[in-house]
């Protein structure tokens, strides 16, 4: 962990706002995770609903047909996998079907989420996230993101312990565009050692978001892939050890790099 890992996003989503409709094929997503496996990411995260802003919610059972094939695939393929998802059915099943993590968008913020975990050895990732998909981006406002983003995702680690959650077990992510504007995501990755100071994981999901494609004013996935190396270089400087992207290459050359400069600080 002291050098960084890389987490391989695979959205097997219609909706995705990077790739949707992409991987929504079970054999094609497997495929897809097995690459990124390959190219050097340590866990392979798999999303069955869209949670891009403004995205309509899926049922449970929708999930489950578009999660369980892809998990139980990489899984006998040897691929480590986490699950991408705020229902406690789906949470449940994908840790039956052999996941090691649960990434919780809502940061565990339903108790029936906490018990979900609860009993089991699987890790856990912590996400902050001001409203719900479908509602996040109208008129996000904060007094402090950071003091806010931080004071969340403590409570949350907090739900976590109370039920047994071994905190070497908890990973925890600002949760950059969830419900935030650019300059908050910004300021949260300016910031990051102020979310880094516990003692836990961080966990930067930055990739081809919205409001890198802002800074640099290009919307094509190769600007946003670019912009996103460049954020992941910067994060581990600041403090981050997780790096939940598309492109694996570039992103894992970043952070060899700005691994190696840190370490000669």
């Given at each position: 962990m002291r050098s960084g890992a890389l987490v391989g996003v695979v959205n097997v989503t219609p909706d995705s706002f990077s790739d949707g409709g992409e991987f929504s094929d079970p054999a094609k997503a497997i495929a897809r995770g097995v690459e990124m496996a390959g190219d050097g990411a340590a866990l392979v995260d798999v999303g069955g609903e869209s949670t891009r802003p403004g995205a309509e919610p899926v049922d449970q059972d929708e999930e489950l047909r578009r999660l369980i094939p892809v998990v139980e695939g990489l899984v006998a393929a040897e691929v480590a996998v986490s699950v991408d998802t705020y229902k406690p059915g789906v949470a449940r099943r994908a840790l039956e079907a052999g996941a090691a993590a649960v990434n919780d968008v809502t940061g565990f913020t339903d108790p029936e989420m906490v018990e979900a975990v609860a009993g089991t050895r699987c890790g856990v990732v912590v996400m902050h996230m001001k409203g719900k998909p479908w509602d996040m981006h109208i008129d996000p406002v904060y007094e402090d993101v950071v003091d806010e983003v931080e004071s969340g995702l403590l409570e949350g680690v907090e739900r976590l312990e109370a039920v047994g959650v071994n905190r070497r077990r908890i990973a925890i992510d600002p949760g950059l565009g969830f419900g935030k504007r650019a300059r908050h995501s910004l300021t949260?990755?300016?910031?990051?050692?102020?979310?880094?100071?516990?003692?836990?994981?961080?966990?930067?999901?930055?990739?081809?978001?919205?409001?890198?494609?802002?800074?640099?004013?290009?919307?094509?996935?190769?600007?946003?892939?670019?912009?996103?190396a460049v954020s992941t270089a910067l994060a581990y400087a600041r403090g981050a050890r997780l790096f939940r992207v598309h492109d694996i290459p570039r992103s894992r050359d970043a952070l060899r790099v700005a691994a190696a400069i840190v370490a000669n600080q």
């Open positions: 949260l990755l300016a910031n990051l050692d102020r979310i880094a100071r516990h003692g836990l994981p961080v966990m930067v999901g930055a990739s081809r978001k919205g409001f890198l494609a802002g800074v640099v004013e290009d919307q094509s996935r190769e600007a946003r892939d670019r912009a996103t």
